[in-house]
């Protein structure tokens, strides 16, 4: 019998699953911001829900806009500021006669977020980025604490300050000019200095004993650097102007560093990942940069416009044209939006249903969801029969009455429009869609739907998915899955344990265990679904206590819909759910199984995961990556294994394995952000992809954020006392196992790996590395997709020099001759010390791993170098 091996399945002792699906077309998030004659619009700041209300914070965002804008302006060369800011006011919040009504604008598309970490770890303000240099961040964070408690002013600076060191990580993609991995670094013959920028920032190098009391710090002699817990302790008077993104703090930072200030030298990230840029020049080459000029006088104060958030209201809009009867497609509708009215769409929400062909009808007016009636309820309005054209402007505009009988606005009102959308003209239609402050989330629902719909979506703040016509697909299900809130609390939000569908011989059996975590469990469902038997799959459920279910347990409907379902009541067992169905009809056919949960604590996050893309406008055959971000709460999740399925229109799925390791696609290494680049495009059209994410037992565990701002020890007072903050806290953050099964990979095209090394790292930028040194590459032959390698070499070139810097960069070159991006610039330290004589002969290792020949980004060195004429063991250190 055909099966999926079971036995293995139980073996596997799963934690956690999760499982997350978009259209691989627009980015998840969507920031509003626009820069309008240097001035920033629509800049978006969230607070959660979870945060209790407190005027306090939002006067201190008040004073921090205005700081920031100010300072900005002097720091951009009197280019920037902030013009208008809309602060989203959850619904948790008492409603106020100043609060407007949000539209578009909510917590989980804001650029800033005011949240609590899960796990208490301090209060640092962080900016969550996952692409390369120059790409826009995601968001920033700060905590309410760090918005109300004034003490932290003395360990992070003023929070304007510290918001324009934010800004300058989202908007304009610059990193940190200060390394907690590498705070020292060699500039020469007993030279240490503190990683910064600019390097003309005086201080103390000092190490914290007792009693607020210090001591100089001493050499390792392993490493000749300062020893672990040595402190730069800058002096609080200084007079160099740069730079914002090493110590904002310091009263005469007022600039980023530019050309003539930049410290090469320095083992940071923005050196890493900008080629050894400064962060000016970095800036100067933003678009924002090019549409902007000088201003004269200084701009006002920003305009702040309160926001308050509104209950969820929805109106399901359902294609029940002809073309929806084909392939199947009406029974799949039913099918995923009775799993969105059942299970997804969050208790206290407003929902309506209209449906459409070449004329629409209300089904049903909006209703509150309180309780599983309501829900059931809303269900026995779906479209059941399907004919006629399809005029999509009739279903939206049918959508606006819906609402417009219930409320006297429709600003913040979602549309969840399903069609095939063949032929679409919304050109009747398009003003009102554009003045009504409606978001409309598309799903295109098979091969011919109109490119027209991502627009629809993109135009009014939506989001757009894709599902095939092929039965062995659980797109459809998948995109209601992603239509969640924008309030941010994961506590309501709907999650996907499992999405499965295969094509099942007779008398064979689908089956394989889902895993329930005790982060979740609420609401717990199991639908299973078949293509074609009116003879419904033997079922075998069993929870980890042994309870079995049956057929009889299940609510079937062996109808047009064919589903099984089976709602566990309270809150599910944790651990593993071993199942199996059966197909015991005559022929093949395809039997699926979709299992969603909710968080079982509203104080516990669950684990959770976030997909995005590099860019929503690829086209064959340029690369893009596939980001997925694992979390529980904002502590990133590191060791899982997570699994990119994409689906074409025209071709079979290609399975690609994310990775977290800093190399490739993966810009920061164990930062929760899993990453690969997507090459195997078959053609132009429509992409989905499905994300799953699997633990391992004993390597899946949660960290802190390592990109937080920089905590400043203390300062050197003008007398010349050292006077010391808090120690940084200490992270403890307890470890927590998971487990999966394997998964395969796919390869990447390269031929061959062209290394190069300089003394001078400029000289391995894009522009230079053609004139740099090259290394012979011969006996390195080309691996998997992020498969590490190693590389010797013999530096006999090299002056044998305490403290000689060596810097290397790589670029993959295919059979065809097609040259990749040069990869990040790696350095190595060469360092003496007298010892008795070695035989071992020179060498480094160059520990090389590509992701795809297009673009290459990662690069590491170690070495153990041992000059035999010299007698001296000579060891190289990567920064």
């Known amino acids: 019998m055909q099966r999926h091996s079971l036995a293995q399945a139980k073996m596997e002792q799963k934690w956690w699953d999760l499982f997350m699906a978009l259209l691989l077309l627009l980015d998840v998030k969507g920031s509003l911001v626009k820069l309008h004659n240097g001035g920033y619009e629509d800049v978006v700041i969230g607070i959660h829900p979870k945060i209790a209300e407190n005027a306090k914070i939002i006067n201190s965002i008040k004073d921090m806009l205005e700081e920031a804008s100010s300072y900005l302006f002097r720091a951009s060369q009197r280019r920037f500021y902030f013009r208008t800011v809309k602060i989203v006011i959850p619904l948790t919040w008492a409603s106020k006669p100043e609060y407007k009504r949000a539209s578009r604008e909510s917590y989980v598309n804001a650029d800033i977020i005011v949240a609590e970490p899960f796990v208490k770890y301090g209060d640092g303000p962080y900016t969550s980025q996952y692409q390369g240099c120059g790409k826009k961040g995601r968001y920033i964070h700060f905590t309410s604490n760090f918005l109300t408690n004034d003490s932290l002013v003395n360990i992070y600076g003023s929070r304007g300050r510290i918001f324009v060191h934010e800004w300058a990580h989202l908007r304009w993609g610059v990193f940190e000019e200060y390394s907690y991995d590498a705070p020292f670094y060699s500039s020469g013959i007993n030279k240490i200095e503190a990683t910064r920028c600019s390097a003309s920032i005086t201080g103390q190098y000092r190490f914290a004993t007792t009693g607020g009391r210090t001591r100089r710090c001493r050499i390792e002699r392993h490493t000749e650097l300062y020893e672990p817990g040595c402190l730069f302790i800058p002096y609080k008077k200084q007079t160099s102007l740069a730079s914002i993104m090493f110590m904002q703090s310091l009263s005469s930072v007022s600039q980023f560093c530019d050309k003539s200030n930049h410290n090469l030298m320095a083992p940071n990230m923005q050196n890493k990942m900008c080629s050894y840029k400064s962060t000016w020049e970095v800036i100067s080459g933003s678009a924002d940069f090019a ?354 399925t994409v689906e074409s229109t025209s071709g079979k799925p290609v399975e690609l394995a994310l990775y977290d390791e800093g190399a490739g696609a993966d810009i920061i290494k164990h930062d929760g952000i899993y990453s690969r680049y997507f090459i195997a495009f078959s053609d132009n059209g429509r992409y989905s992809i499905k994300v799953s994410v699997h633990g391992y037992d004993k390597t899946s565990r949660r960290i802190h954020r390592q990109n937080q701002a920089m905590y400043v020890s203390g300062y050197v007072d003008s007398t010349g006392g050292i006077v010391l903050n808090p120690p940084r806290p200490v992270i403890n953050v307890t470890d927590t196992s998971f487990g999966i099964g394997n998964f395969d990979r796919i390869s990447s095209a390269a031929d061959r790996y062209e290394i190069k090394m300089s003394r001078n790292p400029l000289d391995l930028t894009e522009a230079n590395f053609a004139n740099a040194t090259s290394l012979d590459t011969s006996a390195l032959i080309p691996e998997f997709s992020g498969v590490k390698q190693t590389f010797q070499y013999k530096p006999d070139e090299l002056a044998k020099e305490n403290g000689t810097l060596i810097y290397f960069a790589i670029r993959a070159i295919d059979a065809s001759d097609n040259v990749g991006e040069v990869s990040n610039i790696a350095r190595a330290t060469l360092l003496l010390r007298a010892e008795p004589p070695s035989s071992t002969p020179p060498f480094i290792v160059i520990i090389v791993c590509i992701a795809v020949m297009c673009a290459v980004l990662g690069i590491a060195l170690c070495a153990l170098h041992k000059w035999k004429q010299s007698r001296r063991e000579s060891m190289v250190s990567m920064d």
């Open 291 to 644: 549409s902007s000029r000088p201003l004269g006088a200084p701009p006002p104060d920003p305009i702040i416009h309160l926001m308050k958030t509104r209950e969820r209201i929805v109106c399901l809009v359902l294609d029940a044209s002809a073309q929806m009867g084909k392939d199947n497609r009406l029974s799949r509708l039913i099918r995923a939006a009775k799993l969105f009215l059942l299970q997804i769409i969050e208790e206290g929400s407003w929902v309506g249903i209209v449906t459409f062909n070449s004329k629409a009808n209300i089904q049903a007016g909006l209703q509150k969801v309180f309780s599983d009636k309501e829900r059931e309820s809303l269900t026995s309005h779906l479209p059941t029969t399907a004919s006629g054209d399809s005029d999509i402007c009739e279903g939206v505009t049918t959508a606006f009455q819906v609402f417009s009988r219930k409320l006297t606005s429709t600003e913040g009102c979602e549309i969840v429009l399903l069609t095939n959308g063949e032929g679409l003209d919304l050109s009747p239609c398009l003003s009102k869609i554009q003045s009504q402050e409606i978001i409309i989330h598309t799903i295109a629902f098979g091969s011919k739907a109109s490119n027209e719909l991502e627009k629809l979506a993109d135009m009014t703040g939506g989001k757009t998915f894709y599902a095939t016509d092929s039965l062995d697909s659980n797109g459809l299900i998948d995109a209601f899955g992603g239509i969640s809130s924008g309030s941010g609390d994961a506590s309501q939000q709907s999650i996907q344990l499992e999405s499965k569908a295969e094509k099942i011989a007779s008398m064979n059996l689908l089956q394989g265990v889902v895993t329930i975590d005790k982060t979740v469990g609420k609401d717990t469902l199991f639908l299973i679904a078949w293509s074609s038997s009116t003879s419904t799959p033997e079922i075998s459920l069993i929870d980890p206590k042994g309870k079995k279910y049956l057929n009889k347990d299940f609510l079937i409907e062996n109808s047009n819909i064919r589903t099984a379902r089976l709602k566990i009541s309270g809150t599910a067992k944790t651990g593993n759910w071993p199942y199996s169905f059966k197909n015991t009809d005559s022929a093949d056919q395809v039997i699926s199984l979709t299992v969603t949960t909710r968080a079982a604590s509203a104080t516990v996050p669950p684990v959770t995961v976030k997909t995005y893309i590099s860019n929503s406008n690829n086209s064959f055959p340029n690369p893009m990556i596939i980001y997925a971000e694992v979390s529980q709460g904002f502590l990133p999740v590191i060791g899982a294994k997570v699994i990119a």
